[in-house]
């Protein structure tokens, strides 16, 4: 037994899991760290400002990374050993991402300058755009496809750090919150600069032999993966945006407290998609059976750890709302205890969606996904001025719901 539990401990896959593992545990600890302070300081309303500020950006993060972190992850794993066509990928995935930038940072100034929904908070959109520039740099998706998840880690702890420093030691008024986001970019800029750098000096990469056709080839070909993964992003980051549009900034704050409350589980849920997404893949191929008993196994565990851990959420809601420091401790009290039902909801529909696309059904997931993202935004817009931020949460529950009856029905033969 010992024997057995040495031989895991100190293989290799577990200790980059391990090591990947802390980086995003520090990704998730950042917001609790920092969350409170921040509305303590500023209040919810100026939060909620914050929050929708980097919900645009986020979303908009999309277009820069035009693909690259599915793609680009998997064009640098293939390639991994011939280093001639990595300073390919490499470069040209930074000359199409950098036109990209450039458009983006335009087209945004001139809405920021003309909209009256943004231009009421101009300076904080503006320093916001911070994270664009940090995110162009951001060497993320090449350090995957090598599984070099130390500098993945280095870059999770140093950015995230130079965040909660920035934070904590110039936050000090209410007004300061037009700032908040500009430190998140500069914590991305610093740390993604320095190991861009490394990269450079470690592998040799030249950016004198770009090729303007490869580019334009680049462009065109990853243009389909780019455009379906605006929708996933539309799900993610709109809602918070609807509500500060059509609800308030108040609103949108009481609703991205309780949203960063949950996202804990939410990450965990994905991160565990993504660690057992390719053993699933690979079983579902060789032995059908076998690949769905594993899955069970694997999602069964999963799904009741996510069962106990929203218990605890629903049972101390107004304990765990009172962290955060805000005035309207019951009202988010009663929200958390309805949005903890979302990543219930989410360990029955990522395993689900994990057999969708392992079973190759790519463009019945691409159909529903953005169906389902559209019919979500309506009826955020639809419920949000009967039920206000309890609506945005009746309307996501409902298309997770949708979306489980959608992937059943499409895997009744396979189950």
């Keep these: 037994m010992v024997k057995l539990l040495k031989k895991i401990l100190f293989h290799q896959q577990f200790q980059k899991l391990g090591i990947y593992g802390f980086g995003q545990l520090f990704n998730l600890v950042t917001p609790l760290l920092v969350v409170p302070y921040i509305v ?3 209040g919810e309303e100026n939060f909620g400002k914050t929050a929708v500020g980097m919900a645009i950006c986020f979303f908009l993060i999309v277009f820069i990374d035009f693909g690259s972190d599915i793609i680009g992850v998997r064009e640098v794993a293939i390639n991994r050993e011939n280093q001639k066509e990595l300073n390919k990928i490499f470069t040209t995935t930074y000359a199409v991402k950098a036109i990209i930038l450039i458009g983006v940072l335009l087209i945004t100034a001139i809405l920021i300058s003309t909209i009256p929904f943004f231009k009421i908070e101009k300076t904080m959109f503006f320093l916001g755009l911070s994270v664009l520039v940090g995110q162009f740099i951001n060497p993320t998706w090449f350090l995957q496809g090598i599984e070099n998840v130390k500098w993945i880690t280095l870059l999770n702890i140093v950015s995230k750090t130079i965040y909660l420093i920035a934070i904590y030691t110039t936050i000090k008024q209410e007004s300061d919150y037009i700032f908040v986001n500009l430190w998140w970019g500069i914590g991305m800029i610093v740390a993604n600069l320095y190991v861009f750098v490394l990269i450079l000096k470690k592998h040799k990469f030249s950016f004198s032999q770009i090729n303007i056709a490869e580019v334009r080839s ?3 070909n990853d243009f389909s993966m780019f455009s ?13 945006v609807l509500i500060s549009y059509f609800g308030s900034n108040l609103m949108a704050g009481q609703y991205r407290i309780v949203e960063q409350i949950i996202v804990v589980f939410k990450t965990y849920i994905f991160l565990f998609f993504n660690y057992v997404f390719p053993k699933v893949c690979y079983l579902l191929d060789v032995d059908a059976k076998r690949g769905i008993k594993n899955w069970k196994i694997y999602n069964g565990v999963n799904f009741v750890f996510v069962i106990f851990g ?14 955060f420091n805000p005035t309207n401790r019951y009202v988010l009290s009663s929200l958390l205890e309805v949005a903890v039902f979302i990543p219930v909801l989410l360990a029955i529909s990522i395993p689900l969606k994990q057999l969708i696309l392992g079973y190759n059904f790519k463009k019945f997931y691409v159909r529903v996904t953005s169906i389902m993202v559209v019919f979500n935004l309506l009826a955020i817009v639809i419920l949000l001025p009967y039920y206000q931020v309890y609506g945005v949460f009746y309307s996501l529950l409902a298309t997770d719901l949708i979306i489980i009856i959608f992937y059943l029905y499409r895997l009744k033969n396979k189950l």
């Design 40 to 42: 303590n300081v500023c």
């Design 218 to 220: 680049h462009i065109k």
């Design 310 to 323: 929203m218990t605890f959420f629903f049972l101390f809601s107004y304990e765990i709302v009172s962290y």
């Design 228 to 240: 379906s993964q605006i929708f996933v992003s539309l799900q993610l980051y709109a809602p918070v």
